[in-house]
């Protein structure tokens, strides 16, 4: 079954600075979702992009979608301590969605 | 409801007892997850039920799990003889089609 995979594993970076997080996949997908999880409990969802679409944004987060890489990224933009989180993308197809292993990001105030 | 609701929130039990946990999704939702997530991992699927499809096992890690669901509504997730392997954070999701996947806040197993 297809999952999504993140990388890096870990990213610690600056308060203000960037955070890019990259999702690599295997097979075709309707859409693909990235999520945020705060304590190794539920997890929230931060963006859904759809398979024909190609960037999509909201608040400081930026997601881009390559269908032809089997690839998304997501960018946190001007980080914040709060944004100290593991971050996940699911992918798939219909409603068969699976995760990755996720990304860890550390915001040093 | 407003949001998934998962039940226990915590158990603890001992190796060899059953448990059974309890998952309400968001009404009219009809696709439902349930995912286990150990200490600093990632989520590992294990079922999923769309509607009236028969569900998608294929995530389950023995023959001592297994889950239900009533139409589209709650969901129990049963652990058999449970080991010490299973303790675990053991998240429920629901959706419609095609869409944002919510989760509940997950039950965090412990078996001593």
């Known amino acids: 079954s297809q999952q999504g995979e993140e990388d890096p594993q870990a990213l610690s970076i600056q308060e203000g600075e960037n955070a890019t997080m990259n999702c690599s996949y295997k097979t075709s997908i309707n859409n693909l979702q990235w999520y945020r999880q705060n304590s190794g409990r539920g997890l929230v969802h931060l963006i859904l992009?759809?398979?024909?679409?190609r960037e999509k944004h909201s608040g400081r987060l930026r997601v881009t979608l390559d269908t032809s890489k089997k690839s998304s990224s997501l960018l946190i933009t001007a980080s914040r301590a709060a944004d100290t989180a593991s971050y996940f993308c699911?992918?798939?197809?219909?409603?068969?969605?699976?995760f990755g292993a996720g990304t860890r990001l550390t915001v040093k105030p | 409801g407003a949001g998934v609701s998962q039940s226990p929130s915590n158990k603890v039990t001992e190796k060899g007892k059953d448990v059974e946990l309890r998952c309400d999704p968001i009404?009219?939702?009809?696709?439902l997850y349930w995912y286990r997530q150990r200490l600093g991992q990632g989520l590992e699927f294990l079922i999923y039920?769309?509607?009236?499809?028969?569900?998608?096992k294929s995530g389950l890690p023995s023959d001592r799990f297994s889950a239900e669901r009533t139409g589209e509504s709650v969901s129990t997730l049963t652990i058999q003889r449970t080991q010490q392997e299973d303790s675990a954070v053991y998240l429920c999701a629901s959706s419609l089609l095609r869409n944002t996947i919510y989760f509940g806040e997950g039950s965090w197993l412990t078996v001593v």
């Open positions: 992009i759809r398979s024909n679409e």
């Open positions: 009404s009219g939702h009809t696709a």
């Open positions: 699911a992918t798939g197809i219909n409603n068969d969605m699976r």
């Open positions: 039920f769309q509607g009236n499809s028969a569900p998608d």
